[in-house]
């Protein structure tokens, strides 16, 4: 009977996704990415290169989660195969912004990274980590231009819980 209501209470929490909802400061690294020399790539404007809190909020209704990172908003198809905690998120495309300004420059520089980026992901509680792919064609407010594609890993702790 023990076993029972054991069982019972992992398959309630499993059902709820809504349990990922909350802020999170998220470290994601590039470890490998084509071509090999990314060149004039402003590499601290992209949300999967760095330190940045995510926001995430599951849409029960169309089952899929709310991404915000950096005040930008996308919508992520999250895909649960059943397991408890692994869940894949899938943004087909985004164009993402970020400050490219360096040390020099005489007018704010912006990139914009439009991207195609997935994840494969395990939450742990406070916890949250996993594998990406995305491939990104930028360009900059100053003319620059490029696409890479890479992989790389992502390790996040929970901030604020949103429940």
Not at 1 to 7: G, N
Request: charged share 20%; aromatic share 8%; net charge negative.
């Amino acid at each position: 009977m023990l076993m029972l209501l054991a069982l019972f209470a992992c398959a309630s929490e499993c059902d709820d996704l809504a349990r990922i909802n909350g802020t999170y400061e998220v470290l994601s690294t590039v470890n490998t990415h084509e071509p090999e020399d990314v060149g004039e790539m402003p590499t601290t404007s992209v949300f999967f290169n760095g330190i940045w809190d995510w926001d995430l909020q599951y849409l029960r209704d169309e089952g899929n989660v709310r991404l915000k990172i950096d005040g930008q908003e996308t919508t992520a198809r999250l895909i649960n195969d059943g397991a408890c905690n692994a869940m894949s998120f899938n943004v087909p495309a985004w164009d993402f912004v970020g400050d490219a300004t360096e040390l020099g420059d005489e007018e704010p520089v912006d990139a914009t990274h439009s991207v195609a980026w997935s994840a494969d992901l395990v939450w742990q509680g406070d916890e949250l980590s996993g594998a990406y792919e995305v491939t990104d064609a930028w360009s900059t407010s100053d003319g620059l231009s490029g696409s890479m594609s890479a992989e790389g890993s992502i390790a996040g702790t929970l901030l604020t819980s949103a429940e």
